[in-house]
């Protein structure tokens, strides 16, 4: 203990001369008296004071300047998940919008054309190495047989190959197992249009027939199971050969097949 005293005698004696100092200056106020000590008194006691509450309002500051950067973290948290869900909503609406659009535009297009049908949805796609088909939400039960037209307001996407009460699997006009009888429509020349995976070709197409670059090909109703002068695929690519008596006709379906969400089924 004397060990501890000897070692901060200096901070003892400053820690007393303070109390000295102090008690003076309360003793004079309480009388009334005010010395010349006053001064110097009053300044070393101020000075103390400053020193020893400093560290304690340091530490005021700081607990209050961290309370306010938890506050305005959470705060900041808050408003970035009221931005998410925001953003969330924004884009359910506008996915709304669009599919608003796309059965507007179908719906429209089945008014226009007297043909008996029925809406189906996509509901899954194959485009395997060999083959392009897809899955509609609609079957049997809704009057969907096999060898029915399958459309959109762009053109024709192909035609039902099996249907069950639920499902139907139609298989699009790019698969090699599909062909379509189709005239141009520029100038009536005739056709066979068979599947390329992910074009479509012309068979036995005439050297000396008129066909170009950007015509529209269009069903001719001639295999009874497309309508009439339904768009099909648009010309890409002619190539001639003298060796052979036909011409290569490379074209383009006319529907995004891709892309197709919505269906419709043509049952008469």
């Known amino acids: 203990m004397p060990g501890f005293i000897v070692r901060h005698a200096k901070l003892f ?8 100092m102090f008690w003076l200056v309360t003793f004079q106020v309480k009388a009334g008296r005010l010395t010349f000590m006053e001064g110097p008194v009053l300044a070393i006691s101020g000075f103390f004071e400053r020193v020893f509450t400093a560290p304690f309002r340091f530490v005021g500051s700081a607990a209050n300047h961290y309370v306010f950067l938890v506050r305005t973290s959470r705060e900041n948290d ?4 009221e931005l998410d869900r925001l953003r969330l909503e924004n884009s359910i609406t506008n ?3 669009i599919e608003n659009e796309r059965l507007r535009e179908v719906l429209g297009f089945a008014k226009l054309r007297p043909l008996s049908s029925v809406m189906a949805q996509v509901i899954a796609k194959d485009s395997s190495p060999s ?5 509609v939400d609609h079957g049997t ?6 060898d029915m037209a399958v459309i959109t307001a762009a053109g024709v996407v192909g035609k039902v190959q099996t249907s069950l009460p639920g499902t139907a699997k139609v298989l699009l006009l790019t698969d090699p197992g599909s062909t379509l009888a189709v005239r141009v429509q520029r100038n009536r020349e005739e ?4 599947g390329k995976l992910d074009r479509c070709a012309l068979k036995y197409v005439s050297y000396y027939a008129d066909i170009q670059e950007g015509d529209l090909l269009v069903t001719s109703g001639l ?5 009439k002068g339904l768009p099909v695929a648009t010309v890409v690519k002619v190539s001639k050969h003298e060796a052979t008596a036909f011409q290569t006709v490379i074209a383009k379906p006319a529907v995004g097949l891709s892309r197709l969400e919505e ?3 043509l049952t008469k």
């Open 13 to 20: 004696i400053l820690l007393a001369l303070f109390l000295v």
């Open 78 to 81: 808050r408003l970035k998940q």
């Open 95 to 97: 996915e709304l919008l």
């Open 131 to 135: 083959s392009r088909t897809m899955i």
């Open 141 to 146: 039960t809704h009057g969907i047989e096999k």
């Open 191 to 194: 056709g066979l249009l068979e």
């Open 223 to 227: 295999d009874g199971i497309y309508p």
């Open 263 to 265: 269906v419709l089924v």
